[in-house]
């Protein structure tokens, strides 16, 4: 039965309980079987039957509820004995509301585990780091303005200043390209413009560097940050500092026997579309801290490794 609100009995008396926002997703899936296996109950987020069959089938409990619905998300973070929140809408034609609705989610949650000493574990990106520093490399030690409004480090901002009330607050920033399969990220995005285009294409000379995190050491970082994360904490889930784009593109290339060509800033908005922004970005990012603060060893496929195996390129 969907959980509905209200103490979750079942998980109380057999493991800690996490309730699990963006459950179903492609790193919140992972993140799921990550905690069961390592014996936690779940109460996961389900906008729709079909979701919350997903997470039974699992052997986690489906909360009905979504994003814009904060009395569901406090309900669901009332009944845990902690939150991991994952879900968040990629529609990048709104993503300042979609960023406000960000923020609303994380406010809801931290609201119903305030005073209470329990773990919030909120998702940001490393491409904030880029807005936040640019030209550094990314390191934990980058905090967020409280003051901005920008989506995402709002969200962050939102998440330190509940780790001052009583709840033990911290930030994950995921890697552009978080990677595996099933991914409908970044990369995807890429193949799919070069299928379209004929082009493997980079900007300029190709040499800006996304980090990069194969989904299951992503989901074993995330499941570190919610059993140990000291309250305030801002973790990287970056197994690789930074992969050149260029890189990346000739290996398309390769794979899909096409020609590879730098274009220039100009026309990037014309041949990526909505990507056109992040192609362009060096994002060069450290988790050297994470590491020495959870001993996570990210130990999966690096990106590279795991586009050669080719199920990123299968039709």
């Known amino acids: 039965m969907p959980h509905r609100g209200g103490p979750c009995s079942s998980c109380r008396r057999i493991a800690p309980c996490v309730f699990v926002t963006g459950a ?8 799921v079987r990550e905690l069961l296996e390592a014996g936690h109950q779940v109460l996961g987020l389900a906008r729709s039957d079909t979701a919350a069959a997903a997470l039974t089938a699992v052997g986690a409990e489906a909360h009905r ?3 814009d619905d904060p009395d569901r998300l406090h309900e669901g973070a009332a009944a845990a004995d902690g939150v991991i929140h994952l879900a968040f809408n990629h529609d990048f ?5 979609n960023g406000k609705l960000d923020l609303g989610a994380v406010e809801a949650l931290g609201a119903a585990l ?9 998702t940001s990106g490393t491409l904030m780091l880029t807005m936040m520093a640019p030209g550094r490399l990314g390191t934990e030690e980058i905090v967020p303005d409280p003051g901005s409004e920008a989506p995402r480090i709002a969200s962050e901002s939102a998440a330190m200043a509940l780790a001052a009330r009583g709840v033990r607050a911290s930030v994950v920033r995921l890697s552009p390209t978080v990677h595996g399969e099933g991914d409908k990220g970044f990369v ?3 193949i799919g413009i070069a299928r379209e285009t004929g082009v493997s294409a980079f900007v300029g000379d190709g040499s800006n560097r996304w980090p990069a995190v194969h989904r299951l050491d992503a989901a ?5 940050a919610v059993e140990a994360a000291p309250a305030g904490s801002i973790l990287h889930g970056a197994a690789e500092e930074g992969v050149p784009l260029r890189d990346i593109a000739e290996l398309i290339g390769r794979r899909l026997k096409m020609p590879v060509a730098g274009i ?15 192609v362009s970005l060096d994002n060069p990012t450290s988790s050297a801290l994470t590491r020495k603060l959870l001993g996570w060893r990210p130990e999966h496929p690096a990106l590279v490794p795991d586009l050669e195996a080719g199920h990123y390129f299968n039709d």
């Not at 074993?220 to 570190?224: E, G, I």
């Open 264 to 278: 220039t800033t100009e026309d990037a908005s014309r041949h990526f579309g909505f990507l056109a922004a992040a």
């Open 114 to 122: 305030e005073g209470t000493g329990k773990p919030l574990v909120v």
């Open 220 to 224: 074993h970082l995330f499941r570190l």
């Open 24 to 31: 179903t997703g492609f790193i919140g899936s992972a993140v």
């Open 65 to 67: 509820g979504s994003l």
């Open 93 to 97: 034609s709104d993503y300042v509301a």
């Open 188 to 190: 995807p995005s890429l």
